[in-house]
């Protein structure tokens, strides 16, 4: 393929931009044909919804193109950093299918070099040592219409710059006393170029390197080193990066180092959550969420616990695609992959969330009949299992009419239904309570449509879920809404927290029935609730109290209503 080619032909083909750019440099033969990208999260928290997009696209190329990917910890901050973070992010991107075949690498690993590219920078007088105050450095700094105005400390020879450094190092100094600061223009139009800090004073422990260090080197000289270090052809990153990237080719070219190309992409955002890890951790710490893993929280562990596959959260990356420009995608979407997932994979099983009691007049009492009901009525090959039916039954409380308004084809007075696989039944009472509740309907049923068939052609319209009500297993089931009211819970009015945006009533826990079959179900495992939703098995459950976790309703109900509304 010629270099003239490539970019029209991958565009037609439908491939994204970063995809095009890829192939247009492989066919020029640049970075000698080699893919190489990387993954870079901070393990300051837990990954999120957006980091999948990242985590696809790194390692999605790579595998597509015969690249490599890396994982790469980019751990400069001792204060927010921890064990249990890497942890957590190593298990979700191995979650997502991200595979660094054992490229697990560290910025801490590159102290020892980074410190030399410093000392290096200093050398050819391109790097200085400031002893202004945070305070002082900040106002000299400028602003976008201003150029800043230089350090009085801008000018200090090389030996003096080496020699502070060094005492810098060794811990001469407490926090705060001095900084290194990139020498390059402090009237650039790029703020980010107003000679940036390249290392601070902590005196600070690190999860990986200890007390060895107590200075510390800032993220931005970091990253474009250690993509250097690593000989990354592309570093693909979110359009918040697309003022760093002058930084990083200025110090790359400083010290002529290998220089990857950078690529900024537009950092997905969804609707009635946030995707930052900083108010993820304030979520979890002034306790709003029961943890990191909560399901109603946007974390790749939170919508791992409450069902949502993988495979999901991949169709969803690719249908949203790559863009240039920052966009935010409706909820609703990735419910949509979900359903779509869950659809074709989730065995469906039968359970009655709000249930009334059906009584069967005419059936033996004590009578016990187990029906065998496929888990994909599409799909023999997928199995059975055995679901029992006796005098007493429960049904869903919404299926039941006393006043049917037209078009209700459930139950009602007089009305006759099937209940799923098993039997034709007609009301013929409803019991009431002094308030007018109905407490139990008293049915019959037609023993000639065993299973649920028709004897003599005559038709019902409504198919209803039952369990038995002796059977019955009890569960907890934890039901989600969105975890904020607001669409957008980033923009709040000035005064107040995301945090006065929660929806009180994100989590609702009631007790469900559910067929027996249940009763030994893995932990994790999804399934359908026939004619309710998806649900999935929790950790919580315990033997004879299982707990289940909803995924997602089966039907857009928010988008139906608004329609309505
Ligand atoms: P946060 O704003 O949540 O703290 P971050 O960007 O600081 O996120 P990092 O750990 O630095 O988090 O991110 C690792 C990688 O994931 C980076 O390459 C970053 O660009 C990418 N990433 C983070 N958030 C998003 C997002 N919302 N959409 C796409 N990519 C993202
Ligand atoms: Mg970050």
């Known amino acids: ?13 439908g491939l994204d931009f970063i995809r095009t750019r890829i192939l247009a440099d492989r066919a020029a033969g640049k970075f000698d044909g080699r893919l190489h990208t990387r993954f870079p999260p901070e393990p300051n928290g837990y990954l999120h919804l957006g980091h999948a997009k990242s985590i696809f696209l790194n390692f999605g190329v790579a595998r597509e193109y015969g690249g490599k990917c890396n994982l790469r910890f980019d751990d400069t901050n ?77 000018n200090r020879s090389v030996e003096e710059n080496l020699d502070l450094f060094r005492r810098m190092k060794a811990g001469e100094f407490p926090d705060g006393a001095h900084v290194l600061r990139a020498k390059i223009d402090m009237a650039s139009p ?25 200075i510390y080197p800032m993220y931005d000289f970091t990253h474009c080193i250690s993509d250097s270090i690593e000989h990354i052809t592309h570093s693909l990153c979110t359009l918040e990066f697309e003022n760093n990237r002058e930084l990083y080719d200025w110090v790359l070219e400083a010290l002529g180092a290998y220089r990857p190309q950078q690529i900024e992409f537009a950092r997905l955002s969804v609707t009635h959550t946030v995707l930052s890890k900083r108010k993820l951790i304030q979520l979890v710490r002034e306790g709003h969420v029961r943890g990191w893993d909560d399901p109603r929280m946007p974390t790749l562990c939170g919508l791992r616990r409450r069902g949502v596959p993988a495979e999901a959260l991949r169709a969803f990356c690719a ?28 065995p469906r099983v039968m359970a009655v969330l709000n249930p009334v009691k059906v009584v069967i007049t005419n059936y033996p009492e004590g009578q016990v009949e187990w029906f065998d009901m496929p888990y994909d009525p599409e799909d023999a090959s997928r199995g059975s299992r055995a679901v029992p039916f006796s005098r007493e039954l429960y049904i869903e409380r919404d299926d039941f009419r006393m006043d049917p308004p037209r078009k209700f084809f459930r139950l009602s007075p007089g009305a006759e239904v099937r209940l799923r696989y098993a ?40 198919t209803l879920h039952w369990v038995s009500a002796a059977h019955a297993l009890p569960a907890e089931v934890r039901l989600y809404d969105h975890l904020f009211l607001a669409d957008d819970p980033n923009d709040v009015p000035e005064g107040s927290s995301f945090t006065d945006f929660i929806n009180p009533d994100s989590l609702r826990v009631i007790t469900g029935y559910l067929e027996p079959s249940l ?38 109900t928010w988008a139906k209503l608004e329609k309505k509304g």
């Open 78 to 154: 001792p204060l927010k950093e921890d064990t249990e973070y890497v942890d957590s992010i190593r298990e979700d991107v191995r979650w997502l299918g991200g595979d660094w075949e054992g490229r697990e690498f560290y910025s801490s690993d590159y102290f020892d070099q980074l410190y030399a590219y410093a000392e290096q920078l200093i050398m050819a007088g391109k790097a200085y040592v400031d002893s202004s105050t945070a305070e002082e450095i900040r106002a000299r700094r400028g602003t976008l219409t201003e150029p800043g105005v230089d350090s009085p400390y801008r």
């Open 519 to 556: 009763a030994e179900a893995p932990e994790g495992q999804s399934v359908q609730f026939e004619r309710i939703g998806y649900f999935c098995r929790d950790r919580d459950s315990r033997p004879g109290r299982p707990v289940y976790n909803r995924t997602v309703t089966l039907k857009d």
């Open 319 to 346: 249908r949203i695609g790559l863009a240039r420009a920052d966009s935010t995608v409706d909820y609703s979407m990735l419910d949509f992959c979900v359903r779509e997932h869950l659809n074709a994979h989730a």
């Open 1 to 13: 393929m010629s270099d003239k080619n490539a970019t029209p032909a991958a565009e037609s083909a």
């Open 423 to 462: 039997y034709f039944i007609t009301c013929q009472e409803a019991v009431l309570d002094a308030d007018g509740n109905v407490t139990e309907l008293r049915c019959t049923y037609d023993p000639a449509s065993r299973g649920g068939n028709s004897p003599d052609g005559r038709r019902v319209r409504g």
């Open 190 to 214: 790029n703020l980010v170029m107003r000679d940036p800090t390249l290392y601070r004073i902590r005196h600070a422990e690190h999860h990986r390197t200890g007390n060895k260090w107590c």
